[in-house]
C-alpha cells in the first residue's frame, strides 16, 4: 500500500465531522489537499474561514474566506483573533491579477450545501505556499504566498456550517 484510496487520491484523515466554534488542527505536512463540507446558513453576513499559518503566527498567514449568501469568496491577510478585513473584487477596484489578497464575485452553487477543496503546495525552492482552492466545483482561486509554510489550521465562521472536515498529505 502506498497510503493512496481506491481513486488514486492520498488517504485523507478526518479533522472534524462538524466545527461549531473556533477549532485548530496541525496539518502534519505542508503540502496537502483540505476538504470540507459548507452549510451556507440563510444570513447574507454569514461567512466561513479557514486560516492557513505556520511558526510564525499570523505574520505570513493566509485566510480562505467564503461568503456563500453573498455568493464572495477572498483571500485575505490572515490573523489569529478575527476574519481578514474585506478585500476588493475585479469590479470593486481590486487587482485579483496581483495573485496574493483579492476576492471573486457571482460564485455559483452556494445557495445549498458544497464542498470546498484547497491545495496547499509548499516548494522550500520559491520560499513560500501555492494555495489553489475549489469552491462549489464551479470557481478556482490561486495565489502564492511567500514566507509561508504552513504547518496549523484554524476554521472560524458566522452564520455558516462547516462539516466533514478532511485533509491528505501531499509530497513536498
Do not use: W
Not at 493512496?4 to 462538524?18: I, N, V
Not at 496539518?27 to 505556520?54: C, I, R, Y
Not at 476554521?155 to 501531499?170: C, D, H, P, Q, Y
Amino acid at each position: 500500500m502506498d497510503g493512496r484510496d481506491h481513486s488514486g487520491y492520498p488517504k485523507a484523515r478526518s479533522l472534524a465531522t462538524q466545527i461549531k466554534q473556533t477549532s485548530t488542527f496541525s496539518t502534519g505536512s505542508s503540502s496537502f489537499l483540505l476538504s470540507f463540507d459548507v452549510e451556507p446558513g440563510t444570513d447574507v453576513q454569514g461567512k466561513l474561514g479557514a486560516l492557513l499559518f505556520g511558526k510564525d503566527g499570523d505574520n505570513q498567514a493566509c485566510e480562505v474566506q467564503v461568503s456563500p449568501r453573498a455568493n464572495k469568496a477572498q483571500y485575505g491577510r490572515g490573523q489569529l483573533d478575527a476574519f481578514s478585513r474585506s478585500e476588493k473584487s475585479l469590479r470593486e477596484g481590486g487587482s485579483p491579477s496581483g495573485a496574493r489578497n483579492y476576492a471573486i464575485e457571482n460564485l455559483k452553487g452556494t445557495d445549498k450545501p458544497f464542498k470546498v477543496r484547497i491545495i496547499v503546495k509548499y516548494s522550500a525552492k520559491f520560499g513560500g505556499s501555492q494555495v489553489d482552492t475549489e469552491i462549489a466545483g464551479q470557481r478556482t482561486m490561486i495565489a502564492f504566498r511567500p514566507d509561508l509554510k504552513v504547518e496549523k489550521l484554524l476554521f472560524r465562521s458566522e452564520g455558516t456550517g462547516i462539516k466533514n472536515v478532511k485533509i491528505a498529505a501531499l509530497k513536498n
